[in-house]
């Protein structure tokens, strides 16, 4: 199984409706316990995606053998400058890969695919927060390179930006906000969790790093 997977060619395809709850388990399944007891990312998806902030062709999934085996999401983001300007970027995020079939290059193919159709989108940027040695890979960079911080004013090496055209970034500066959505509170976490199979939440080694 395992040179099998070394040879996955997965299909990355926009992300449909009916495929809305199984990439929302997926993401579910992928954060679970690595960042904090449980997780949250699958509800900031379900958010983003009745948010105006969605976009539709950026919403993919990829598909091996007829299986979800791994989904992204880049979302309309602003970065607010000194005169209070706001210039439309992206934020990238969250991504996912079914652990059965992570670290064989889908979470690599999905935010290649990303980044591709963000590009001929004809969006300047897309700024994320994630793991620096995996993501500098792609040509992300610390922001604090293009002068764009954080909504506090802070400049993080998990903070990272990414020009999709020439000097796309080179007007654009001042403090980051993704949409709302992002933010969750336990109540709606636990409501929203009412709809998935029971799952412990414990705390692991992982936590520790963030």
Same mark, same amino acid.
């Given at each position: 199984m395992k040179n099998q997977r070394k040879t996955m060619k997965p299909l990355i395809q926009p992300t449909t409706q009916k495929d809305f709850k199984i990439t929302?388990?997926?993401?579910?399944?992928?954060?679970?316990?690595?960042?904090?007891?449980?997780?949250?990312?699958?509800?900031v998806l379900n958010k983003l995606r009745n948010s105006k902030s969605y976009i539709s062709k950026l919403d993919l999934v990829?598909?091996?053998? *007829?299986? &979800?085996v791994g989904h992204i999401i880049s979302t309309k983001a602003k970065v607010i400058d000194s005169q209070d300007f706001e210039h439309e970027v992206l934020c990238l995020g969250p991504v996912s890969v079914n652990p059965e079939?992570?670290? *064989?290059? &889908?979470?690599s193919k999905l935010i290649n695919e990303s980044i591709k159709v963000a590009t001929e989108s004809g969006f300047p940027g897309m700024i994320l927060f994630g793991n620096p040695e995996y993501y500098h890979r792609f040509g992300f960079k610390n922001a604090a390179i293009y002068n764009i911080t954080t909504k506090d004013g802070q400049n993080l090496e998990p903070f990272m930006a990414l020009e999709l055209q020439w000097n796309g970034l080179k007007n654009v500066n001042g403090r980051f906000?993704?949409?709302?959505?992002?933010?969750?509170?336990?109540?709606?976490?636990?409501?929203?969790?009412?709809?998935?199979p029971f799952k412990e939440k414990i705390v692991t080694e992982t936590q520790l790093k963030f």
């Open positions: 929302e388990n997926l993401t579910r399944e992928a954060f679970w316990n690595v960042y904090k007891p449980g997780c949250d990312e699958h509800l990829a598909v091996f053998e *007829n299986k &979800i079939f992570q670290k *064989n290059g &889908i979470g906000f993704e949409d709302e959505c992002f933010s969750t509170n336990e109540t709606e976490l636990v409501e929203y969790e009412k709809q998935f």
